[in-house]
Structure formats: C-alpha cells, structure tokens
Nanobody, 116 residues
Framework: QVQLVESGGGLVQAGGSLRLSCAASGRISDINNMAWYRQAPGKQREWVARITTVGSTNYADSVKGRFTISRDNTKNTVDLQMNSLKPEDTAVYYC??????????WGQGTQVTVSS
C-alpha cells in the first residue's frame, strides 16, 4: 500500500504561480513513476506531468514550459511548480504513484482555482 497526500492548492489570479506538493508513505521503495493528473468541472481527468525514478520528465502540451515536476526521493515527495497560470488550469489536481508491479495509487486531490 502507498498513501499519497497532496497540498498547496488554492486560489490565484491568472499569471500567478502555485506549488503543489505530494507526500508519499508506505511502500516507498516499490514506487516507480509518479505523476500529476487534473480534472476540471465537467471534463475527463487528464494527465499533466510524469517523472521517473531517475528524474526523467514528460509534460502535457497544455502545460509545457509553464509547469515543472520534481521529485525528492530522500523526502518521498513530488512537487508541481505551476507558473503563468491560466483560468483553464482550474481543476482538482491529483498525485499518482505507480509501483514496479504496475499497481497504481491516487491521492485525494487538491483544488486549484485560477481567476481571470
């Protein structure tokens, strides 16, 4: 079992920044990739960014150049630095972890609201 707890969401004006953090506990040594997803009201959940155990990253086109995912394996955390936020970034953001067995875990989500 892996437990994920997100923090750092809130309300920000367009053009502003927020930093989300996700703390992992449990079977930490079995975690492979970690990622952030988001779900806006009335829309399907979408992938935002991914980071591997060795720090390789990938981003959705909609956030590339504005968001940065990072991982601290000593603290068991994964962060998402979000800059130049847009109203369309408004969503509930979820942290995920995938074990080497391919089992996946989700956090409870944190709300990000960007006002225009």
């Amino acid at each position: 079992q892996v437990q994920l707890v997100e923090s750092g969401g809130g309300l920000v004006q367009a053009g502003g920044s927020l930093r989300l953090s996700c703390a992992a506990s449990g079977r930490i040594s079995d975690i492979n990739n970690m990622a952030w997803y988001r779900q806006a009201p009335g829309k399907q959940r979408e992938w935002v960014a991914r980071i591997t155990t060795v720090g390789s990253t990938n981003y959705a086109d909609s956030v590339k150049g504005r968001f940065t995912i990072s991982r601290d394996n000593t603290k068991n955390t994964v962060d998402l630095q979000m800059n130049s936020l847009k109203p369309e970034d408004t969503a509930v953001y979820y942290c995920t972890a995938v074990l080497r067995t391919a089992t996946g875990y989700w956090g409870q989500g944190t709300q990000v609201t960007v006002s225009s």
